[in-house]
């Protein structure tokens, strides 16, 4: 498979509760120098401006391309533009739905399915409590795929978190890890010293 000079990956942030762990990951990659590639839905961006202070032209600052959701013809939409992944953080039950379904209804959808047919990463964050019988069964079509990560937002706790932040980062940070990249967001099990990225 080829490789890319620079790490690009597709950032989806819809509309599920959590927008912060998408956000954090845009920090973090920005960080790291990682060519990022923003596909913000309408509701990802209502959700910002309910749980978070920002808005969404700051959250847009944050990556190297932004998409409009509605844009069908943006480079992400087709298996010629060259990327590394995608991950979708947070997603929503919807978004879930619409991968799983391939029905290709959005650009997030559409990215994603282009990412599964060319078999490259996609990581799909959930969020999303309870979850019923449908979506878990949308999560199990999509982990029975090889180059699909389900990695629901699920913090551990042996790093001893001490603030919000610290449960963020350990999520973000095991996305991360799923496209190789080295970030310090979290100290990992076994690890005695060493701190998170400032």
């Not at 998408?22 to 920005?30: F, P, Q, S």
């Not at 920002?54 to 480079?75: C, F, H, I, Q, W």
């Not at 982990?143 to 699909?148: M, Q, S």
Request: hydrophobic share 40%; with cysteine.
């Amino acid at each position: 498979m080829y490789k890319l000079a620079t790490v690009r990956l597709v950032i989806a942030i819809t509309g599920a509760s959590g927008v912060i762990y998408g956000i954090r990951a845009l920090e973090a990659l920005k960080k790291l120098k990682v060519e990022t590639h923003l596909i913000l839905s309408e509701w990802g961006e209502k959700t910002i401006k309910i749980e978070t202070d920002r808005t969404g032209d700051s959250v847009r600052s944050l990556a190297t391309k932004v998409y409009e959701d509605t844009n069908m013809a943006a480079p992400v939409s087709s298996g010629s533009f060259r990327i590394d992944g995608m991950a979708v953080i947070p997603c929503s039950m919807r978004t879930l739905a619409s991968i799983a379904n391939g029905l290709d209804d959005t650009l997030v959808s559409r990215a994603a399915s282009v990412c599964i047919k060319e078999g490259r990463k996609v990581v799909i964050v959930p969020r999303e409590a309870p979850l019923s019988k449908i979506h878990l069964e949308n999560m199990s079509k999509l982990a029975g795929i090889h180059n699909v990560v389900i990695m629901p937002a699920m913090p551990g706790f042996y790093h001893k978190p001490q603030t919000m932040d610290d449960l963020i980062d350990h999520v973000v940070g095991k996305v991360l890890d799923q496209f190789g990249i080295d970030h310090g967001l979290f100290r990992r099990w076994g690890e005695h010293t060493g701190g998170k990225m400032a």
